[in-house]
Structure formats: C-alpha cells, structure tokens
C-alpha cells in the first residue's frame, strides 16, 4: 500500500513538474512595448504566380486542383504492370 502511494506522489509531481514546464513559455513576462518607430509596414504578397489550376480557388479550396489530384491518386497508389 505505502509503495502504491508513493508511486502516485510521485507520478503527479511527475505531471506537476511537465505541464509547469510546458506552461513556462505562456508565463514569461513580455518585455518592453515596441515604440512607434518599431512599427513594421508589411507589404501585400507577390500573386503573380498564383494563376494555375491548383492554386485559383473560388470556393476557399482550389476544386479543380483537388478533382485532378483525386482522380490522379489511384494511379499513384496502386502498382502498374
């Protein structure tokens, strides 16, 4: 019984000491606020290159890229003789 308990003790320090750790990041202190003069502009992304059919996606997922990569699949998958 007293080995049971201190195999339990132990465990849950065990969790105790691994989630304080994991959690250590989310704790830190933030440092100094960037000051106006810190203030990066970011520019829009180059989409020049953005024209092919796996990338044009009118519905939020490029459907004709995904019917071709499906309907490509089984051929990729399976072995030809």
Known sequence: MKKTLARGVA??????????????????????????SDVV??????TSDLHNVYTVAPLGVPVLGLIRS????PGKL???F
């Open 41 to 46: 502009i970011v520019d829009e992304p180059d």
């Open 78 to 80: 399976l072995p030809t």
């Open 11 to 36: 465990t849950g320090a065990l969790a105790g000491l691994a989630v304080v750790g994991a959690a250590a990041p989310a704790l830190a202190a933030p440092g100094p606020a960037p000051s106006e």
């Open 70 to 73: 499906i309907n490509a699949a």
